[in-house]
Antibody, heavy 131, light 108 residues
Framework: QVQLQEAGPGLVKPSETLSLSCTVS????????WSWIRQPPGKGLEWIGY???????NYNPSFKGRVTISVGTSKNQISLSLSSVTAADTAVYYC?????????????????????????WGEGTTVTVSS | DIQMTQSPSSLSASVGDRVTITCRAS??????VNWYQQKPGKAPKLLIY???NLQTEVPSRFSGSGSGTDFALTISSLQPEDFATYYC??????????FGQGTKVEIK
């Protein structure tokens, strides 16, 4: 059974870079997307971005280029880097596996519609931005 | 960005009640909606994917429906362990994937 575990410093100073890792155990990162999501205290969920196991990425534009998600050299770790942090970046940060499926249909030729869902989550790690 | 609007934001219900939470997308998203349950201090848990597919080991009292812009999560008979916050999420268009603001289900 796949398990995810986030790790990183619980306290980061304003303007510095937040760096977190997500260790994947009990399975391979291959064929999946790996997402980061955060939740500020008392608020809802915000998707940060994802990386496909091959290395392609997709980020939430609201982070304005501050985000980098990468696959670790050990191939069982996913990393998150968020630069120039402010107090607004204080949150619980989750990593999650995104699985996919598809429906096929005919439209001139046979096509596939892919859907994605986050089916395995880490327990989350709390990051506070404060001097 | 596609906005996901849940209603209500909170509700009070009794054990055994039938509960429905709705989610409206700001544009048509076919069937690309997932539903999650989150309990205090815990990570979200996937309940329903692609609008109506029950995730493995999720009780059958949970069901999802809808397509296009309007979606619903229904709990047919509310159990004590179902008191939590529920989120819808669209995966039709990225970036970004977006969540609804959440619906808190409380004990009446």
């Amino acid at each position: 059974q796949v398990q995810l575990q986030e790790a990183g410093p619980g306290l980061v100073k304003p303007s510095e870079t937040l760096s977190l890792s997500c260790t994947v155990s009990g399975g391979s990162i291959d064929t999946y997307y790996w997402s980061w999501i955060r939740q500020p205290p008392g608020k809802g969920l915000e998707w940060i971005g994802y990386i496909f196991y091959s290395g392609s990425t997709n980020y939430n534009p609201s982070f304005k280029g501050r985000v980098t998600i990468s696959v670790g050299t050990s191939k069982n770790q996913i990393s998150l880097s968020l630069s120039s942090v402010t107090a607004a970046d204080t949150a619980v940060y989750y990593c999650a596996r995104a699985s996919s499926g598809h429906y096929g249909y005919w439209s001139g030729s046979y096509k596939k519609d892919y859907y994605y869902y986050m089916d395995v989550w880490g327990e989350g790690t709390t990051v506070t931005v404060s001097s | 960005d596609i906005q996901m609007t849940q209603s209500p934001s909170s509700l009070s219900a009794s054990v055994g009640d039938r509960v429905t939470i709705t989610c409206r997308a700001s544009q048509s998203i076919n069937f690309y909606v997932n539903w999650y349950q989150q309990k205090p201090g815990k990570a979200p848990k996937l309940l329903i994917y692609a609008a109506s597919n029950l995730q493995t080991e999720v009780p059958s009292r949970f069901s999802g429906s809808g397509s296009g812009t309007d979606f619903a999560l229904t709990i047919s008979s509310l159990q004590p362990e179902d008191f939590a916050t529920y989120y819808c999420q669209q995966s039709y268009s990225a970036p970004p994937w977006t969540f609804g603001q959440g619906t808190k289900v409380e004990i009446k």
